[in-house]
């Protein structure tokens, strides 16, 4: 199985910075990276398909990059709203997994 | 609209069986490749199991020869039939639905579209 490692696992940021999560997988998976966004108590929401593309409707301050094995997700202006638990997930091969989440929490 | 509800949740006994039921709205459960993943509390995403449009199906490790997914194309329903259940399955199930990016590549996908979940409590 393909393992994604998330750092860092939390981090504390206040509203306007700009925030990098990154994501590695244990193998190459070409650009076959996918970034959720997760609230407490709901479904993970998708925002960022093929390691950079912007799902629709979700707000142009969220960007993502990478292939391979190294990939990021930036949060460009912090809002209040996006305080939250990330995950990456690779769909490169069968078990699809899931990095272990970050949690973003308010400074 | 797409929607998604799982239902079946609740306490189970170790070792006994239960069903989760995920009824789906706005499009056909049998025309899509449709998952199970799970969130034990306070912990991260597992994938569980997906079952693809032409019925083949696929397990997580920890999960083999004990949970069984399958759907009723009549009921538009998902289903994931869980036996010999275990403490560490306690978990919320989400049914989630792939969605193709590029339908010509098998590996172009990610989790579009997710039920609300619900809660599994494995417990004596």
């Known amino acids: 199985d393909i393992q994604m490692t998330q750092s860092p696992s939390s981090l504390s940021a206040s509203v306007g910075d700009r925030v990098t999560i990154t994501c590695r997988a244990s193998?190459?998976?070409?650009?076959?990276l996918n970034w959720y966004q997760q609230k407490p108590g709901k479904a993970p929401k998708l925002l960022i398909y093929a390691a950079s593309s912007l799902q629709s409707g979700v707000p142009s301050r969220f960007s993502g990059s990478g292939s391979g094995t190294d990939f990021t997700l930036t949060i460009s202006s912090l809002q209040p709203e996006d305080f939250a638990t990330y995950y990456c997930q690779q769909s490169y091969s069968t078990p699809d997994t899931f990095g272990q989440g970050t949690r973003l929490e308010i400074k | 609209e797409v929607q998604l509800v799982e239902s079946g949740g609740g306490l189970i006994q170790p070792g006994g069986s239960l069903r989760l039921s995920c009824a789906a709205s706005g499009f056909t459960v049998s025309s899509n490749y449709m998952s199970w993943v799970r969130q034990a509390p306070g912990k991260g995403l597992e994938w569980v199991s997906v079952?693809?449009?032409?019925?083949?199906?696929y397990y997580a490790d920890s999960v083999k020869g004990r949970f069984t997914i399958s759907r009723d194309n009549s009921k538009n329903t998902l289903y994931l039939q869980m036996n010999s259940l275990r403490a560490e399955d306690t978990a919320v199930y989400y049914c989630?639905?792939?969605?193709?990016?590029?339908?010509?590549?098998?590996?172009?996908?990610?989790?579009?579209?997710w039920g609300q979940g619900t809660l599994v409590t494995v417990s004596s």
């Open positions: 079952i693809y449009s032409g019925g083949s199906t």
């Open positions: 193998q190459s998976i070409s650009s076959y």
């Open positions: 989630a639905a792939l969605y193709y990016y590029d339908s010509s590549d098998p590996r172009a996908n990610d989790f579009d579209y």
